[in-house]
């Protein structure tokens, strides 16, 4: 009914739950850190939301062509990149500007009407919501070509 367990066991086992413990908290501390640098605020990352069709690689592409992409950095309200400097708001407005350029792999169909663009500046998160509107998209229905068949 008893389990005997030796000394040495018990002294092992301890030692290998503080490890795993101290590991975990070790770990999370490394994330709660602050990722300011000398430089500012990183910029972390580019969530897409609202999209239904449209890529979020395709999408991710240009709004990382205005700057806004990993390994800019945010210093106060300029963005900063490894090729010029701009003001945030600039950089904002021509990610919106961007976003909506952005088009269906393959075709020239722009369904993006309207891109919404918000950055944690404290963070370094990137927030793009599009809406995707198919009553403004202008597709080709007629057809110009005529098949003909030959039997034979």
């Given at each position: ?17 503080l490890l795993i ?90 369904p993006i009407v ?39």
């Amino acid at each position: 009914m008893f389990i005997k367990v030796r000394r040495d066991t018990i002294i092992i086992l301890t030692l290998a739950f503080l490890l795993i413990v101290s590991g975990r908290v070790m770990s999370y501390m490394a994330f709660a850190e602050s990722p300011a640098t000398d430089q500012g605020i990183p910029i972390s990352g580019v969530m897409i939301k609202g999209n239904n069709l449209v890529p979020t690689d395709s999408i991710r592409a240009n709004i990382y062509a205005s700057g806004l992409r990993p390994g800019s950095y945010i210093n106060g309200s300029t963005l900063i990149t490894d090729k010029r400097e701009l003001p945030l708001n600039e950089a904002i407005s021509n990610a919106q500007q961007f976003a909506t350029l952005t088009t269906i792999p393959g075709t020239r169909l722009t369904p993006i009407v309207a891109a919404d663009v918000k950055v944690d500046s404290t963070t370094g998160s990137v927030t793009v919501t599009v809406v995707e509107d198919w009553s403004q998209v202008q597709v080709n229905t007629t057809s110009s070509t005529t098949s003909s068949y030959t039997t034979g």
